[in-house]
C-alpha cells in the first residue's frame, strides 16, 4: 500500500541570503493536513490523474518520475510532499515470541523540481505476550524514529502534520 499524505505536505517559501539567515534555506511556511490533501484529490480532476500518474510511474520504475512529481505538486500547490509506504503491517511469531511489526518506506519529493530529497526505509517490531500492540501507535512511534534522519529543514513541516495527523 503507498499513500501520498497521511504525514507530511508541505507549502514552503524560500528564504532570501540577504536576511539573518548565513545561507538562503527552504523554512516550512504551511503544513497541509491529510483531510485537506484528501479533498483535493476529491475536488480536483487534474489532481487526482496527477496522482495516479505519478504512483502508476513509481510503481513501475521504483523511482519518482520528476516530470509527473512536478505536475503534481502544482495540482497540490505543495513545494513538497512525502510518500508512505507501508511495507508490512501484521503479527506475527518470530523465534516463539507474539510480536506486532510494521514497515514503512518514506520517501520526501521536492515539487518544485522533482528530485527525491531523502528516502528511507525501516521496520519496528513489538514483542507482546497478552495484549496485541495497536500497529497504529507502532507505525507512529516508526515514523517519528525515522523523520529524525529528515533534513532539518523538513522536520519541523514532518513533526507538526504527525500532530495534525492524530486529531
Same mark, same amino acid.
Not at 501520498?4 to 532570501?16: E, G
Not at 480536483?44 to 520504475?61: G, I, Q, W
Not at 518520475?65 to 510518500?83: P, R
Not at 507482546?128 to 507505525?139: G, I, S, W
Given at each position: ?9 508541505? #507549502? !514552503? ?32 480532476? =487534474?489532481?487526482? *490523474? !496527477? ?7 513509481? =510503481? ?22 512525502? +510518500?508512505?509506504? +507501508?511495507?508490512?503491517? =501484521?503479527?506475527?511469531?518470530? =523465534?516463539? *515470541?507474539? +510480536?506486532?511489526?510494521?514497515?514503512? !518506506?518514506? #520517501?520526501?519529493? *521536492? ?9 528511507? #526505509?525501516?521496520? @519496528?517490531?513489538? !514483542?507482546?505476550?497478552?495484549? #496485541?500492540?495497536?500497529? @497504529? *501507535? ?27 495527523? @492524530? @486529531?
Amino acid at each position: 500500500m503507498t499513500l501520498i499524505f497521511p504525514r507530511l505536505t508541505v #507549502r !514552503s517559501r524560500h528564504i532570501p541570503p540577504n536576511t539573518n539567515h548565513a545561507t538562503s534555506q527552504t523554512m516550512i511556511a504551511i503544513v497541509v493536513t491529510p483531510e485537506s490533501v484528501t479533498d483535493m484529490f476529491q475536488a480536483s480532476k =487534474e489532481a487526482f *490523474d !496527477s496522482l495516479v500518474f505519478y504512483f502508476s510511474r513509481l =510503481e513501475m520504475t521504483g523511482q519518482s518520475d520528476k516530470e509527473s512529481a512536478i505536475k503534481l505538486g502544482k495540482a497540490l500547490n505543495v513545494d513538497s510532499f512525502l +510518500v508512505v509506504r +507501508v511495507n508490512s503491517w =501484521e503479527y506475527v511469531r518470530k =523465534e516463539g *515470541d507474539n +510480536v506486532g511489526r510494521v514497515g514503512l !518506506s518514506l #520517501r520526501l519529493v *521536492d515539487a518544485t523540481t522533482g528530485t527525491t530529497v531523502w528516502k528511507a #526505509r525501516h521496520e @519496528k517490531s513489538s !514483542s507482546y505476550m497478552f495484549y #496485541r500492540p495497536n500497529l @497504529k *501507535d507502532v507505525a507512529n512511534d516508526l515514523a517519528k524514529e525515522m523523520i529524525a534522519y529528515m533534513p532539518p529543514q523538513y522536520q519541523q513541516g514532518a513533526s507538526l502534520s504527525q500532530g495534525l495527523a @492524530k @486529531k
